[in-house]
T-cell receptor, first 114, second 115 residues
Framework: GENVEQHPSTLSVQEGDSAVIKCTYS??????FPWYKQELGKRPQLIID?????GEKKDQRIAVTLNKTAKHFSLHITETQPEDSAVYFC?????????????FGTGTRLKVLA | EPEVTQTPSHQVTQMGQEVILRCVPI?????FYWYRQILGQKVEFLVS????????KSEIFDDQFSVERPDGSNFTLKIRSTKLEDSAMYFC?????????????FGPGTRLTVL
């Protein structure tokens, strides 16, 4: 069935280092891949997204890459800061009749150590 | 900036009771969703709603669940007879237009605790 796998489940990095989170999706029809950041007790917030017709997208310290052939996409955070500490979820959209529901990954708890 | 709002922020109920979770999507949005997140787990899709009807629902969304847009602004999720395993954070989300590339905006969530 529809599935998105996400690794690692936890990630600790030193402040200033880079963090990489990887996701794999199962349905080749997926065409939009958002990344959400969720701080404790708060709503998920979109931080970056990528469409299936693009291989890479960057926004300041955050970048996302997409390999459609391998059905992989990754989040890259450079020069990490303590405020980057949160749970990050990848998602893939699957649409039937235009619903475009999100299938979320299992989340990565990122800890940036000062 | 417009936001999705949800009430209540926390709902405690006894097993077997009915609960209604309320959401006010962003005003010009056309697509509405409910997701749930059991503590420590991933966010799971429950149901999508468009043009006043359910467009898709997951296996979780059984006969105990229903959704409604009663007045053109509110979007509600009703659980008819709550079970212990319904305890979770419930997020409402809305999306602006057709096509798969539009961001879904999430509300702050309602934490449902079933005792």
């Amino acid at each position: 069935g529809e599935n998105v796998e996400q690794h690692p489940s936890t990630l600790s990095v030193q402040e200033g280092d880079s963090a990489v989170i990887k996701c794999t999706y199962s349905d080749s029809a997926s065409n939009y891949f958002p990344w959400y950041k969720q701080e404790l007790g708060k709503r998920p917030q979109l931080i970056i997204d990528i469409r299936s017709n693009v291989g890479e997208k960057k926004d300041q310290r955050i970048a996302v890459t997409l390999n459609k052939t391998a059905k992989h996409f990754s989040l890259h955070i450079t020069e990490t800061q303590p405020e980057d500490s949160a749970v990050y979820f990848c998602a893939a959209t699957l649409g039937t009749s235009g619903t475009y529901k999100y299938i979320f990954g299992t989340g990565t708890r990122l800890k940036v150590l000062a | 900036e417009p936001e999705v709002t949800q009430t209540p922020s926390h709902q405690v109920t006894q097993m077997g009771q009915e609960v209604i979770l309320r959401c006010v999507p962003i005003s010009n949005h056309l697509y509405f969703y409910w997701y749930r997140q059991i503590l420590g787990q991933k966010v799971e899709f429950l149901v999508s709603f468009y043009n006043n009807e359910i467009s898709e629902k997951s296996e979780i969304f059984d006969d105990q669940f229903s959704v409604e847009r009663p007045d053109g602004s509110n979007f509600t999720l009703k659980i008819r007879s709550t079970k212990l395993e319904d305890s979770a954070m419930y997020f409402c989300a809305s999306r602006e237009a057709s096509g798969g590339f539009n961001e879904q905006f999430f509300g702050p969530g309602t934490r449902l605790t079933v005792l």
